[in-house]
């Protein structure tokens, strides 16, 4: 697969598109994530305990915003202790509620790219 594929099925996976067929949605809510695309049937979890790295681009990414922001603003505008405290507890809080689903889907798409994302072999008779 070439530069330009990955990021495009990486882009579409924050897009929370599946990344096989480009059409299908990959979440039916704010935590609940489907398990096959409904459009290809492209089962986005194969085993139970693939959704860690979702978590951990979740926690990595909200912990380098809040460490650079607090940094950044301390560094510039040197507010007090407490209003930092505050503010990047509840801004890390939020984040990570609200980017959840798009870091799972990025790990999907992560997936995709190694090749465990595909649809299921129809049961033969």
């Known amino acids: ?5 990955t990021i495009r099925k990486l882009w579409l996976t924050l897009w929370l598109r599946c990344p096989h067929c480009e059409r299908g949605a990959i979440t039916s809510g704010l935590f609940r994530f489907h398990e096959t695309c409904p459009v290809c049937n492209a089962r986005f979890e194969r ?3 693939e959704s860690i790295g979702g978590t951990m ?5 909200a912990e380098l915003l809040t460490m650079g922001g607090l940094i950044i603003t301390q560094a510039f505008y040197a507010p007090p ?3 930092q405290l505050t503010f990047w507890i509840a801004f ?3 984040f ?9 889907a990025l790990w999907i798409g992560v997936a995709y790219l ?3 994302v595909y649809p299921d072999e ?4």
Do not use: C, D, K
């Open 92 to 94: 890390n809080i939020l």
């Open 47 to 49: 085993r139970e305990g």
């Open 1 to 5: 697969m070439n530069l330009s594929t």
């Open 96 to 104: 990570i509620i609200f980017f959840y689903r798009h870091a799972r």
């Open 114 to 116: 190694a090749g465990y």
């Open 122 to 125: 129809p049961p033969q008779s």
């Open 57 to 61: 681009i979740n926690l990595v990414t």
């Open 81 to 83: 202790v407490w209003f």
